[in-house]
């Protein structure tokens, strides 16, 4: 049997992403890499709270930040891990289309998600004076809340390509660990930003 | 396939076939090849430390250089050295123990070392552009945000490439342990080297994010204007040392594990005896990974954490010396009443136990905070991590090679050489550290430019450095070995040693798709019980038939060296923002292999049949 015919069965099995072995390493791989992930999310959650009081006296947490754009920041994100989980729905039943046009949409809020996030930053470095360097707690505001925006910007960059690549083909045992793995990197992302909501601004306003 | 090609086509393919290599044992030597190179340039630098500190107010080297020579002593040894050499045995020996053909990940392997390689690089330009980094291995802030010139950014850079490569290599090896080991290979059926590459890569996973965010942070500070460090505006320099020894800590036993993983398979070979306490062996190296997060701060005793947060380090890293007193124990039972051969990997295993219990001692004297106000930053703390680094690591990669270099290429070692190198570098280990100790007790702080001449510290500096010109000795003898035996010595067959596990069953070196069938393992020391039962090798697990292997690709080597331009960069850029083109060409590299690698499906080939029959034919699957 060639690898055409292996990647591409008559009867798609039900977890296309786990039925050959790549797709299982790949699987196994990637919830590992997320373990790492966290340690490295987790040692930025840390130097922010060590150095959210630290403002040398210019913008706090209090001054700067507004819960409006921040909660509708997250019901967008939300929304895209909800939207990402009908995308892999259609996966498993084999509906290429379905899957395609679901993920489309999760980019699509991923997308919106980002604009905010660089609005919001352009916002307190131009109404604020508040910029990388203006304080410790400028740092690390910027850093921890940066890294998860690069994360989303590379999150949707991936989904893309992936989306694109597969578009004429559609789903096969070769591509569906892929696009699972992706929607796996976005559901942690969203994780991540649950605790930047929490740890940041909610605190950030009532602390 | 593509060793024949490369024997083709002369040097050239040969070169092209390494650099597209995603073949485990090839990468293996590639690992071995760097890291020793680093190994020989750490040692030099070593021995030029102990030249200035031979006599009283020494002017070999300049105060400065002095300072470059520690740090780059110090951060080659362990990430461009001591990593690298663990990572060539883990690559030769892991997918042979456990019955695989290959890595879970070949490409991410391949990946991996080039990432590491480049790093290493990074670093070591730094010598031949202004100034290598100053600020110690550890590099605190604010010693290090205030380092002049380029020194530090390299360290910087060049860590955070290697470190991405390691992180990859530890992610690989989880997988592989965890979803290829052979039918029947069980958990608790496999052997020890493999049990430690899998915690290894446990605390890889959870411990360089840690170094990689205190790296970030440090560029930031460094090159981007942020204020981490800055106190000024309300920095804290504390923050780095966390970091690192979250990092730090567990990188020590990075660094042992796997070779308490080696030497137990060795005392097992050449005792003629099945491991002692087994399970105990594999529960002792899992609580010595778990233990390993929960001490870092022992480093940190002096910093004013309190006595309450200095008594629970002190009690956490004093724990760690059961499990590890656990082992020293099963190791010298594994010996006890068995048929001890005494070759030259055994006379290392042998050595490494009084020596590393020696290191175990005086770590547990420095986990006594109290203590460790007069211990801290003097020479004590540097004879303690030389006994357990060198004493642990170094003599259990010597003892490693030994005992599987037949395996990687094909031929033992010559033996008498092999304990010629032995005994030098033994007494000179010895000779270079033990003093180092009562130097320390008598005040003499490390990382000191000179000593000052009437204060009772001539005669034991003079034995520390005669010690290390000793060890150099022992160094030498071993390459000559290597080269000795790859011109001179004869083949050596499968199965030298007389071993238990399964990379004894098939050729030396094996064919590049290992086992011609996968084996059907039965127990511990799988080759060991086909033995007794009077069988020749393994069964097989499956009949003979087509075997998939995956491809070779120039892109990992693509990837990193845009890492390597973009390096650049970001540390010039800080003089010259025109060098932020170099920046963003480097990172074009690298996203565009990314993305060529995502678009380009690489779905790997296949060996036939009639291919594998013939090389049976020529004795291949033995
Ligand atoms: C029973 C086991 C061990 C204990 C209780 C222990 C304890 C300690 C303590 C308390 C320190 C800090 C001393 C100071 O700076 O004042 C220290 C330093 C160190 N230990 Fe250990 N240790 C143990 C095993 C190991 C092992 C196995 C390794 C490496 C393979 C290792 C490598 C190091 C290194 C590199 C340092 C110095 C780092 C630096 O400041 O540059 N230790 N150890
Ligand atoms: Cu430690």
Known sequence: MSHEDVLNPKHMPHDPEKATLEGKNKFLAFWFFLGGETVLFASLFGTYIALNSSTAGENTPEHLFGLELVFLMTMMLLTSSLTSVYAMYHMKNHDFRKMQTWLAITVLLGLAFLGCEIYEFLHYIHEYEFTFGSSAFASAFYTLVGFHGGHVLFGLSWIVTLMIRNQKRGLNLYNAPKFYIASLYWHFIDVVWVFIFTVVYLMGKVG | ?622
């Open chain 2, 1 to 622: 396939m593509s060793t024949t090609a490369a024997q083709k086509g002369g040097l050239g393919a040969a070169i092209w076939d390494y650099l597209t290599t995603v073949d485990h044992k090839k990468i293996a030597h590639l690992y071995l090849v760097a890291g020793g190179l680093f190994f020989l340039i750490g040692g030099l630098e070593a021995m030029l430390i102990r030249i200035q500190l031979m006599k009283p107010d020494n002017n070999f080297l300049a105060a400065g250089l002095y300072n470059e020579m520690i740090t780059m002593h110090g951060t080659t040894m362990i990430f461009l050295a001591a990593m690298p050499l663990i990572f060539a045995l883990m690559n030769a020996v892991v997918p042979l123990q456990i019955g695989a053909r290959d890595v879970a990940f070949p490409f991410l392997n391949s990946l991996g070392f080039w990432l590491f390689l480049f790093g290493g690089l990074m670093l070591n330009v730094s010598w031949f552009t202004g100034g290598a980094p100053d600020a110690g291995w550890t590099n605190y802030a604010p010693l290090s945000t205030t380092s002049p010139g380029h020194g530090v950014d390299y360290y910087v850079m060049g860590l955070q490439i290697s470190g991405a490569g390691t992180l990859i290599g530890g992610i690989n090896f989880l997988v592989t342990i965890v979803n290829m080991r052979a039918p029947g290979m069980t958990y608790m059926r496999m052997p020890l080297f493999t049990w430690s590459t899998l915690v290894t890569s446990t605390l890889i996973l959870f411990a360089f994010p840690a170094l990689t965010v205190g790296l970030f942070l440090m560029m930031f500070d460094r090159m981007f204007g942020a204020a981490f460090f800055d106190v000024a505006k309300g920095g804290n320099v504390i923050i780095w040392e966390h970091l690192f020894w979250i990092f730090g800590h567990p990188e020590v036993y990075i660094l042992i594990l796997p070779l308490f993983g080696a030497f137990s398979d060795i005392f097992s070979t050449f005792s003629k005896k099945r491991l002692f306490g087994y399970s105990a062996m594999v529960f002792a190296t899992v609580l010595i990974g778990f233990l390993g997060f929960m001490v870092w701060a022992h480093h940190m005793f002096t910093v004013g954490m309190g006595p309450i947060a200095n008594s629970i380090f002190a009690v956490a890293t004093m724990a760690i010396a059961v499990p590890t007193g656990i082992k020293i124990f099963n190791w010298l039972f594994t010996m006890w009443g068995g048929q001890i051969r005494m070759t030259s990997a055994m006379l290392w295993s042998v050595a490494f136990i009084p020596s590393f219990t020696i290191g175990g001692m005086t770590g547990v004297m420095l986990a006594a905070a109290a203590a460790d106000f007069q211990y801290h930053d003097t020479y004590f703390v540097v004879g303690h991590f030389h006994y357990v680094i060198v004493g642990g690591v170094v003599f259990g990669i010597f003892a490693a090679l030994h005992y599987w270099w037949p395996k990687m290429f094909g031929k033992v070692l010559n033996e008498k050489l092999g304990k010629l190198a032995f005994w030098p570098f033994f007494i000179g280990f010895h000779l270079t550290f033990f003093i180092q100790h009562f130097l320390g007790l008598m005040g003499m702080p490390r990382r000191y430019w000179v000593f000052l001449e009437g204060q009772g510290l001539e005669a034991g500096n003079m034995i520390s450095t005669i010690g290390a010109f000793l060890m150099a000795i022992g160094s030498v003898i071993f390459l000559i070995n290597v080269v000795y035996t790859a011109v001179k010595e004869k083949k050596a067959d499968g199965d030298p040693w007389d071993g238990r596990t399964l990379e004894w069953t098939m050729a030396s070196p094996p064919p590049h798709y290992n086992f011609v069938q996968t084996p059907l393992v039965r127990g511990l020391d799988p080759l060991w019980v086909e033995k007794t039962e009077g069988k020749e090798g393994m069964t097989p697990a499956e009949p003979l038939g087509d075997i998939h292997m995956p491809n070779a690709s120039i892109l990992p080597f693509t990837m990193s060296i845009g890492l390597f331009i973009a390096g650049f960069g970001f540390i010039y850029q800080t003089d010259d923002k025109t060098w932020l083109v170099a920046s963003v060409i480097g990172m074009a590299i690298t996203f565009g292999s990314m993305l060529t690698r995502s678009l380009k499906d690489d779905l790997g080939h296949h060996i036939h049949k009639e291919e594998l029959e013939e090389d049976i034919k020529k004795g291949v699957g033995k």
